[in-house]
């Protein structure tokens, strides 16, 4: 299975100023069909997950523009770039392109200095 | 609109079998280009996928949960079933169903409809 790892775990941001997380695949992210299959997910206190990005970079409806993912191969990174109160939770990296299974890394926590 | 509601025990005991179904709307489940996950969080835990079932209902399970799940669905009452035996208190989580959905590519990934989600407590 792939393993996932996220950087920071816990990321205490001011609003305002930008926040940027990083993740890490256990093998390359690269499908045969050349596409890579990396989600990012914002599960906000006491809600569902809910995607963000979908494919490394690409914002799902309705998801502010402030967000926006990056990355190849095994290394991958999702940026807010002025961080609003909306924003505290956590957030997860997935991998969708050696499934299954599909794998989730542990998260990181964003919360308001 | 798209919805997906869980539902199932609160409570169950150590032993015993979990029975969990995924009600879904505002899409079928024999759309070829849809399909449903489960997947579970326990309390302040990250998210860890269980189960997916297909249209034509080929199934994927975790790789080190797959001899206690089975999944399964009923197309006209618009339901997966999960369930999950031998449960334990470390089961104790909320468990998410969520919709599978083809990308142009013809690859599937997990999309942006998942359910509120569904507290189950293993406990004696």
């Known amino acids: 299975d792939v393993v996932m790892t996220q950087s920071p775990l816990s990321l205490p941001v001011t609003l305002g100023q930008p926040a940027s997380i990083s993740c890490r695949s256990s093998?390359?992210?690269?499908?045969?069909?050349?596409?890579?299959?990396l989600n990012w997910f914002q599960q906000r206190p006491g809600q569902s997950p809910r995607r963000l990005i979908y494919k490394v970079s690409n914002r799902d409806s309705g998801v502010p523009d402030r967000f926006s993912g990056s990355g190849s191969g095994t290394d991958f990174t999702l940026k807010i770039s002025r961080v609003e109160a909306e924003d505290v939770g956590v957030y997860y990296c997935?991998?969708?392109?050696?499934?299954?299974?599909?794998?989730f890394g542990p998260g990181t926590k964003v919360d308001i200095k | 609109q798209v919805t997906l509601k869980e539902s199932g025990p609160v409570l169950v005991k150590p032993t015993e079998t979990l029975t969990l179904t995924c009600t879904v709307s505002?899409?079928?489940?024999?759309?070829?280009?849809?399909?449903v996950s489960w997947i579970r969080q326990p309390p302040g835990k990250a998210l860890e996928w269980l189960a997916h079932i297909f249209s034509n209902d080929e199934k994927s399970y975790s790789t080190s949960l797959k001899s206690r799940l089975t999944i399964s669905k009923d197309t006209s009452k618009s339901q997966v079933v999960l369930t999950m035996t031998n449960m334990d208190p470390v089961d104790t989580a909320t468990y998410y169903c969520?919709?599978?959905?083809?990308?142009?590519?013809?690859?599937?990934?997990?999309?942006?409809?998942w359910g509120q989600g569904t507290l189950v407590t293993v406990s004696s």
């Open positions: 505002g899409f079928s489940l024999s759309n070829a280009r849809m399909g």
């Open positions: 093998q390359s992210l690269v499908h045969s069909d050349g596409n890579t299959y």
């Open positions: 969520a919709r599978t959905l083809e990308y142009s590519s013809g690859w599937f990934g997990i999309d942006g409809n």
């Open positions: 997935m991998q969708g392109t050696h499934w299954p299974p599909f794998t």
